[in-house]
């Protein structure tokens, strides 16, 4: 009988000091942002505004994870003026914008274009696929040409036509 009681008490305070040393242990307060931040290249990761009923744009979000990117989706039914805000021209919105390492990008644009503008890093705002092609990331058809365009202070022009 004094045997289960001795253990009973060893445990009992091993359950205390334990406990304490958890209590007193430092908490990495670190926001889960940053800690993305220092571990991801910040060309690879992908801010996507987009309409929260747009199942393209979920297809183009699991899109870029599969290449290498870390997407943040955040829900915003005024994508389209927020991309008109930075810049994006209204014949030219695509179906949500995105943003990469300083660039904005509008639309379905594929991977190796968007990897084109982050290692050239030309003096444009950012490029956009207008509208929703079938060919394009995140649609069903894969063949055919996309031309995306890039825009900025100086104006719009045709960056890709692959």
């Not at 092609?133 to 040409?145: C, F, I, V, Y």
Request: glycine share 12%; with cysteine.
């Amino acid at each position: 009988m004094n045997r289960k009681y001795t253990f009973g008490a060893a445990a009992a305070a091993a359950g205390i000091i334990g406990f304490a040393t958890f209590g007193m242990a430092e908490i990495d307060k670190t926001p889960l942002a940053e800690t993305t931040a220092i571990t991801v290249p910040a060309d690879r990761q992908m801010t996507i505004w987009r309409d929260p009923s747009c199942g393209c744009c979920d297809a183009y979000a699991d899109y870029a994870e599969e290449n290498g990117y870390h997407v943040t989706r955040i829900d915003d039914r005024d994508f389209d003026k927020r991309s008109v805000e930075v810049g994006v021209p209204e014949q030219g919105l695509g179906c949500h914008l995105a943003e990469v390492d300083g660039y904005y990008v509008s639309g379905l644009v594929p991977v190796e274009i968007i990897q084109r503008l982050t290692s050239e890093r030309p003096e444009v705002t950012g490029i956009t696929l207008p509208g929703m092609p079938q060919n394009a990331p995140g649609m069903a058809g894969k063949s055919g040409t996309l031309k995306t365009y890039a825009f900025g202070e100086d104006g719009v022009a045709v960056y890709s036509n692959e």
